[in-house]
T-cell receptor, first 112, second 117 residues
Framework: DAGVTQSPTHLIKTRGQQVTLRCSPK?????VSWYQQALGQGPQFIFQ???????QRGNFPDRFSGHQFPNYSSELNVNALLLGDSALYLC???????????FGPGTRLTVL | AQKITQTQPGMFVQEKEAVTLDCTYD???????LFWYKQPSSGEMIFLIY??????QNATEGRYSLNFQKARKSANLVISASQLGDSAMYFC??????????????FGAGTRLAVHP
């Protein structure tokens, strides 16, 4: 049974560029949440997707957007990248919006 | 606002000994969930153990147990018989209920555990 997968593993971008990160949930999971983890800190909630809609959002600007596809996979898009967007981006999936979240290996984004 | 506090930035333990990682939380909700995750240097956040606020017994999963003291608002993780592979960052998290039945996890700052041979 495959766990949560994310791609790419690492990414280097320059300020002002746009980036798309991808996530495939565990088999049978229909809810995907995204978190940002800056160096030396705990993860911060970005948003949660269920039934192809953004259901809840953390304190992140509109530059952060996402999408969920009919197969429950998800994308995180970040526009107009800033140096402060450099972080580990974690995707988590769950059986439903209220269930235990299982995380993927993350995508490490570096903005130069 | 809900908050998780982990006061130990780093902990050291000898292999085969037990170690306790501290976690206190703050919430006004009656129903909540507490989690512990392990994050090795690879970055993946690995789910270890869960405790519901209405669970009367402390949760256990193999060598992991959660010492839940509701009145003190603490949810300490106990790892018995430490192994070298236990060296990692450990995060305590709380499930915060949001509108519409949705939820998010609120994480503490983490504790780095080093297991010495």
């Amino acid at each position: 049974d495959a766990g949560v997968t994310q791609s790419p593993t690492h990414l280097i971008k320059t300020r002002g560029q746009q980036v798309t990160l991808r996530c495939s949930p565990k088999s049978g999971h229909d809810t995907v949440s995204w978190y940002q983890q800056a160096l030396g800190q705990g993860p911060q909630f970005i948003f949660q997707y269920y039934e192809e809609e953004e259901r809840q959002r953390g304190n992140f600007p509109d530059r952060f957007s996402g999408h969920q596809f009919p197969n429950y996979s998800s994308e995180l898009n970040v526009n107009a990248l800033l140096l402060g967007d450099s972080a580990l981006y974690l995707c988590a999936s769950s059986l439903g919006p209220g269930d235990t979240q299982y995380f993927g290996p993350g995508t490490r984004l570096t903005v130069l | 606002a809900q908050k998780i506090t982990q006061t130990q930035p780093g902990m050291f333990v000898q292999e085969k000994e037990a170690v306790t990682l501290d976690c206190t939380y703050d919430t006004s909700d009656q129903s909540y969930g507490l989690f512990w995750y392990k994050q090795p240097s690879s970055g993946e956040m690995i789910f270890l153990i869960y405790q519901g606020s209405y669970d009367e017994q402390n949760a256990t999963e193999g060598r992991y147990s959660l010492n839940f003291q509701k009145a003190r608002k603490s949810a300490n993780l106990v790892i018995s018989a430490s192994q070298l592979g236990d060296s990692a960052m450990y995060f305590c998290a709380m499930r915060e209920a949001l509108s519409g039945g949705y939820n998010k996890l609120i994480f503490g700052a983490g504790t780095r555990l080093a297991v010495h041979p």
